[in-house]
């Protein structure tokens, strides 16, 4: 069974960075693409990046491009996101999630991280 566990969010001032992980198990990643997104209360879900495994592709929601970077350590089937400047409105629960490449349903999420930027 998959599982996704995220860890490294905090508190920080705007203008600040903060760098989330997310853990993989339970199977071989290679045909999976592993997604970040990111709920604020009374906000729908946002998708902000995504980067499939075999090849590394990368791709980033409009709101965070030339900000966030998304990566991947294949020894530690872990995850990254480095967020860099920071905004008040970054502030949301943070998820990890996964799925196939052959199929558009994000079939696994873990439970979240908080990121709370102060102005």
């Known amino acids: 069974q998959v599982q996704l566990v995220e860890s490294g969010g905090g508190l920080v001032q705007a203008g600040g960075s903060l760098k989330l992980s997310c853990a993989a198990s339970g199977r071989t990643f290679s045909n999976y693409v592993i997604g970040w997104f990111r709920q604020a209360p009374g906000k729908e879900r946002e998708f902000v990046a995504r980067?499939?495994?075999?090849?590394?592709?990368?791709y980033y929601g409009d709101s965070v491009k030339g900000r966030f970077t998304i990566s991947k350590d294949n020894a530690k089937n872990t995850v990254y996101l480095q967020m860099n400047s920071l905004k008040p409105e970054d502030t949301a629960l943070y998820y990890c999630?996964?799925?196939?490449?052959?199929?558009?349903?994000?079939?696994?999420w873990g439970p979240g991280t908080q990121v709370t930027v102060s102005s």
């Open positions: 980067i499939r495994w075999s090849s590394g592709t990368e």
């Open positions: 999630a996964a799925r196939s490449n052959f199929v558009s349903d994000w079939n696994y």
